[in-house]
C-alpha cells in the first residue's frame, strides 16, 4: 500500500492575512469580533488560536477572497494607484462654481477615524468637487486613510449627473474611474442582505453606498445622511 504524504495546513498570522486582503490588520480585527458593527460571521469562522495567535489556514482564506472578489480584492495592480492620496487632493474645487456643495448635516458624530478604508457617500465627494464647507475636515480623515472606497452604484449617480454638464463630464469621469483614486465597492447579494436590517428612512443612494463599502472593507463610511447618522452602532461619521 503507498501511503499519500499529506501536507501540514499553512498558517497565517493576523498580518499576513490583511495584507493578502490588501486591507489593515484593523480591519480583520474587526470582521472576527462579534462586537464590532464590521462582524463578518463567514470570515470570523476561519480564526484560530494558536496560543495568544489568531492565525487562519491559507487556503481558506485564499478561498474566501476568490468569492468575493471585487474592485476592492482585485488583482489588478492598478486597482489603486499608489498616488491615490495626492490625486484625490488634486481634484478638491474640481467644479467649483459650477456645482454647489450640499448642505452638511448638523451632527456631533465624528468617528475618531485612525485608519483602514476610508468610504465616501455623495455628500463628501461632492463637497469636496465644490471645495465647500467641510473640506478641510475631509482632508483630516483621507490624510488617516490607507485607501479610499467609493460604491459602484454612487460612481453611477455622479457620472449621470455630470453628463448635464458636458464641458465638465470628462473632467469628472477622470477623477472618479481613470485615475484609480477609488477602489469600487460593487452592489452584490451580502450587500443587499445587509441593507435589510437597516431603516427604510435612509437615502436609496446612501443606503446602497453604505452597504456595499462596508461589505468591501471599509472601515468607516463618511455621510451626510441624517438617519444612517442617528442610527446607532454603525461605523459612520460626519465630516
Known amino acids: 500500500m503507498i501511503q499519500e504524504n499529506v501536507l501540514p495546513d499553512r498558517l497565517i498570522t493576523l498580518n499576513e492575512v490583511a495584507q493578502l486582503l ?17 462582524h463578518r460571521p463567514e470570515f470570523a469562522i476561519m480564526a484560530r488560536h494558536a496560543g495568544r495567535k489568531t492565525v487562519f489556514i491559507a487556503d481558506e482564506v485564499t478561498a474566501w477572497l476568490n468569492q468575493r472578489r471585487g474592485a476592492v480584492y482585485s488583482d489588478n ?7 491615490w492620496r495626492e490625486r484625490f487632493i488634486g481634484g478638491r474645487g474640481l467644479l467649483r462654481g459650477v456645482l454647489k456643495a450640499p448642505e452638511r448635516e448638523s451632527s456631533p458624530l465624528r468617528s475618531g477615524f485612525a485608519g483602514g478604508l ?9 463637497t469636496w468637487l465644490a471645495d465647500g464647507e467641510g473640506s478641510a475636515a475631509l482632508l483630516v480623515m ?22 448635464r454638464s458636458p464641458g465638465h ?19 452584490n447579494e451580502e450587500a443587499l442582505t445587509r441593507a435589510e436590517d437597516l431603516p427604510a428612512a435612509i437615502g436609496e443612494i446612501s ?24 442610527t446607532p452602532g454603525l461605523p459612520v461619521s460626519s465630516f
Not at 495592480?77 to 498616488?83: E, I, L, N
Not at 476610508?118 to 461632492?126: C, K, Q, R
Open 207 to 230: 443606503l446602497q453606498s453604505y452597504c456595499c463599502c462596508l461589505e468591501a472593507g471599509a472601515a468607516t463610511f463618511v455621510t451626510a445622511d441624517r438617519v444612517l447618522l442617528k
Open 22 to 38: 490588501r486591507v489593515s490588520r484593523h480591519t480583520v480585527q474587526a470582521w472576527i469580533s462579534p462586537s464590532s458593527p464590521n
Open 77 to 83: 495592480p492598478a486597482a489603486r494607484t499608489t498616488y
Open 118 to 126: 476610508l468610504a465616501l457617500d455623495a455628500a463628501p465627494i461632492l
Open 142 to 163: 483621507v490624510n488617516r486613510a490607507e485607501g479610499l472606497v467609493l460604491s459602484v452604484p454612487l460612481a453611477l449617480w455622479l457620472l449621470r449627473r455630470a453628463v
Open 169 to 187: 463630464y470628462s473632467a469628472l469621469r477622470d477623477f472618479v474611474l481613470a485615475q484609480n483614486i477609488f477602489e469600487l465597492a460593487p452592489l
